[in-house]
């Protein structure tokens, strides 16, 4: 008996790991939580783990199948007939006669049934372990070989003597672990008792924004309200609530709640930040109500209220995308191509990706204007509706994307330029006849390309460009060319993890002309300029401060018509 204990201790720790962990008890209990839910356990999802990837059982899970084995080890149940129990060392695929190990591993197995294996048949014996798992291993194996041989009478006093002191040498360590068990079983018990959901988890959003505007006043602008000059300075907010409710591993449903009192604070809404799309008056809204299934090679978006084509479509923006997280770009035309702006709904659609290689994804979808609208003109397919297509290129370097969108729109509301109703050009992008270039009716066909290059770690370059031709449905099929394009720099950890340097340059939605224009359209608009620098400092991971400038140049297409906008954006994320 003592020759067999020395084997013991000799052998590889994870003999004993091993065999506590996968005695055959909780093999069987593994294999039988597959069979009644249909889904991997968490156990058996560790056990099917490859010797490369394998990592140490977390404490708990160890005492788990320890405490499970012993128990009926005590009870008298014998594993030798359990389906998971090694009968012989050949069984073991990774295991070797040449392995220093392998006399007392076959003890251990073909005489004591003290060892079972992994389902693949591995034994992985070079597998790391703590003291405390080699402890709880120990004392598992121990009590299986005086459980098999019949218990104290059958073994002479030296080697049942050499059994205890083994036991009682590291019983502080089995004590700490029980203790630990018994501590992290009650604070389970408390909070599944004051969980808020076993699915759904609460993300939490707050932007406090203090910006101020200067110029954009001159004469002669096309808007509904008259000249203002806007030079206050303001502080606004918006809040957004996302519970994420996860079904399993593949589906997950989003429910938006948003409050802001956010709004632009130019006079033809350019220059908008990031936070200043919409203003309710800080009342709660639904914000967004969207379900997510992804499949091995596809992914599928069924949005029902108030979707954007970023929530699945890869806008090839890394470090200037930020319409969803306020943490990026800091002016709304600057977070990626504005094809993506284009005939945003209120209501719902459907989108999908397909993963045609690694590197190679098709994207597709259609959103309704007013689909939950039942009148004449709107629903689901007879009204209002966007739809887009977009093949992208990614790799660990580069990403490609090239995108056409048609979308049609009902009649806007007043004359050309009249920003009161209906925009081709959402969140606030664009000048006023670009979002609506007519005044009436209108379908568009829409062309763009994006690309990213991340040069380092350190530097990233981004560029867009795209092209809207709009056709009015009335007026003898008046054509509007409307072009818009941009360059960004990022500097990604600039001065620290988490901060980032951005500069960007670019062409707002413009009108650059119009074919058979009927009496009463004006003519295009000058190129407006748009020029944004910030820097985003990361105080901690729940914290971001922003400073940064927005110019623009020839605003809402006006000559020499400039404005600058100074903003400090200050996210909180929970």
Excluded: H
């Amino acid at each position: 008996m003592r020759k067999l204990l020395w084997q013991m201790l000799l052998a590889s720790p994870s003999l004993l790991v091993a065999q506590a962990v996968f005695s055959p008890s909780a093999m069987a209990g593994e294999v039988r939580a597959e069979a009644t839910t249909g889904k991997p356990s968490v156990e058996s999802l560790e056990i099917a783990q490859t010797p490369e990837s394998a990592e140490t059982l977390s404490v708990d899970e160890f005492m788990r199948a320890n405490e499970q084995q012993t128990l009926e080890a005590n009870d008298g149940a014998s594993s030798v007939d359990s389906l998971s129990q090694v009968t012989s060392v050949s069984q073991f695929s990774d295991v070797q006669p040449t392995d220093w190990a392998f006399q007392a591993l076959q003890s251990l197995v073909e005489r004591y049934g003290c060892i079972a294996g992994y389902p693949d048949g591995t034994y992985r014996g070079n597998r790391a372990l703590t003291r405390y798992e080699f402890a709880a291993g120990l004392n598992a194996c121990l009590d299986q070989v005086l459980a098999l041989v019949g218990g104290d009478g059958g073994i002479d006093p030296e080697s049942l003597a050499t059994i205890r002191r083994l036991q009682e040498e590291f019983a502080a360590e089995l004590a700490t672990l029980r203790g630990r068990v018994d501590a992290l079983e009650a604070r389970t018990a408390e909070l599944e008792a004051n969980q808020f959901s076993t699915t759904t988890k609460l993300q939490g959003e707050v932007v406090f924004g203090l910006a101020n505007g200067f110029g954009d006043s001159a004469p002669g602008e096309i808007l509904s309200d008259g000249n203002r000059d806007r030079k206050q300075t303001v502080f606004q907010d918006r809040v957004r609530l996302n519970f994420v409710t996860n079904f399993d591993e593949r589906q997950q449903l989003w429910t938006r709640l948003d409050a802001s009192n956010s709004q632009a604070i130019t006079n033809t809404g350019q220059g908008a930040t990031t936070y200043q799309t919409f203003n309710n008056g800080n009342n709660v809204d639904l914000g967004w109500l969207a379900y997510y299934y992804n499949g091995d090679k596809f992914q599928v978006y069924l949005p029902a209220a108030f979707p954007l084509w970023q929530d699945f479509v890869p806008t090839v923006s890394p470090y200037f995308e930020g319409f969803t997280g306020a943490n990026n770009s800091l002016s709304s035309f600057g977070e990626s191509n504005p094809i993506y702006k284009i005939g945003l709904a209120s209501g719902g659609g459907l989108g999908f990706n397909y993963y045609l290689s690694d590197n190679l994804t098709f994207s597709a979808g259609y959103f309704g204007g007013d689909s939950f609208d039942p009148t004449e003109k709107n629903g689901l397919f007879n009204g209002e509706y966007s739809a887009l297509g977009q093949l992208t290129f990614q790799s660990d370097k580069f990403q490609l994307g090239l995108t056409y969108a048609n979308a049609y729109f009902n009649e806007f509301g007043g004359g050309p330029g009249d920003l009161g109703g209906n925009a081709i050009f959402d969140t606030l992008v664009g000048t006023s006849l670009a979002r609506n270039p007519f005044g009436v009716a209108t379908i568009t066909n829409s062309y763009g390309a994006s690309a990213a290059f991340e040069l380092s770690p350190k530097f990233s370059v981004s560029a867009f460009g795209g092209f809207t031709d709009a056709r009015a449905v009335a007026n003898f099929g008046a054509d509007a060319q409307i072009w818009y394009y941009g360059l960004g720099l990022a500097f990604p950890d600039l001065g620290g993890d988490g901060n980032l340097l951005g500069l960007q340059a670019g062409v707002e939605p413009y009108v650059g002309g119009y074919d058979n224009t009927p009496i009463g359209v004006l003519p295009g608009d000058k190129n407006p300029v748009s020029i944004q620098g910030f820097y985003r400092v990361a105080v901690n991971d729940n914290i971001n401060v922003t400073p940064g400038v927005i110019a623009l140049i020839n605003a809402d297409g006006l000559d020499n018509n400039t404005a600058v906008i100074g903003v400090i954006r200050t996210t909180f994320n929970f």
